[in-house]
């Protein structure tokens, strides 16, 4: 990001950072890299590596603090608890360890010139707020997701009272922000009612941070195993609570024929292994590798996303701008009211079904499958909605405009819901 004259210090705030390559994380990486590519001085306060798995990586097993240099940028790693399941009690642990650690041991670093944090980490939003106080500078939180709505429609144990006391975080460091970014317009309100004025808000939608597909699909099919002509319904990222996984176990119970995958890892993966007692036509894949995963969304024949039934305007699952990229099929078992349903309608690169519902998900797929060039039509309309409006160019522009709008670079943007909000920069919003 080009500066004026000096040289910009800038410091994010994220629990999730690289080496992480699924949910927030990537985002959060390719921010901190761009800024450093443009000539900024970025140092990054994260946590130690551990999702999806909810497991630290190997490599930073017993590290307490850590400072790395990733690709320009200064990461600062503190110490937290990591639980494998999740339930309201840990869930308040883990934030409670991340916001001690972090408070009592900030990055060393002179005073920046803003100060970015990546919410639903209610310690970090907390954190965020509390350094750009410190140095008294323009706090930009960006939200991905409100961990109070999530804690009320997840089914966690004790889910309303975390949701209580993360709601009640996230206005701390919500309201104490200059500007607020989201990633879609169904957060508008929540984060409105959370006490942040409308004309402070902005739309700052996430990319496809993934590159295109390259190697022939029947090539990645004959290396991962699936036999041709049969069809591959195939899920991948965070096996948790709220994606409500369990509907694709029973679809794989009711169709033989049909091969689910389940590619990632998650509190929920042994949950799921035990339900599915063995399925034949069930397959439990280890995250693939960065260099391989596009060709493996490529390989199967129609992608999932799913969610709970009371899941409505939560976050947009990050996996989406990664499907849309693969070109082909998305499907969504997801309320039809919530942001979800509407960006892949908006696409055009899938469908919708009820969700938690096996047999309307297995008749959708069994429609894509008798009709394989409708799959193909569906699916080449996501490589085209990925050129048009989820460009990682197009999305960090929208970040960097938020930011020096934040400094006081340039006139105030449309606030977010008034026409024209997050189109700036030639990039239309999701």
Known sequence: MAGSGTRRRLLLVSTNYAPEHAGIGPYATQIAEHWAAG???????AGMPHYPAWRVDPAYAGVWRAEEERAGVRVHRRRHTVPPRQT???????????????????????????????????????LGARLARRYRVPYVPVVQDLMGAAARQSGIRGGGRVAAA??????????????????????????AALGVPEERIRLVPNWSHVRSPSRPREEMRARLGWRPGRTVLLHSGNMGLKQGLEVLVEAARLDPDLLVVLMGDGNQRSVLRELAGGLPNLQFAPPADDADFPDVLAAADVLAVTQRASVLDMSIPSKL???????????????????????????????????????????????????????????????????????REAGLARIDALLAEALGEHPRRAAAGEPGAGEDEGAEAK
């Open 88 to 126: 309201a009690v840990r869930r308040a642990l883990f934030e409670a360890s991340v916001l001690a650690h972090g408070v009592y041991a900030p990055p060393a670093m002179g005073r920046p010139d803003a100060v970015v944090a990546q919410l639903p980490s209610l310690a970090g939003g907390i």
């Open 39 to 45: 000539g900024a001085e970025v140092h990054v306060l």
């Open 321 to 391: 701008t990664s499907y849309f990229a693969a070109g082909r099929p998305v499907l969504a078992s997801v309320a039809a009211a919530g942001g979800t349903a509407a960006e892949v309608e908006r696409s055009g690169a899938g469908l919708v079904v009820a969700p938690e519902d096996p047999r309307a998900l297995l008749d959708a797929v069994r429609a894509l499958s008798d009709d394989p060039g409708r799959a193909d039509a569906l699916g080449a309309r996501g490589p085209v909605y990925v050129r048009e409006h989820l460009s």
């Open 166 to 191: 993360a709601g009640a975080a996230e206005s701390y460091a919500l309201r104490r922000a200059t500007l607020v970014g989201v990633i879609h317009e169904t957060f508008v309100p929540k984060v």
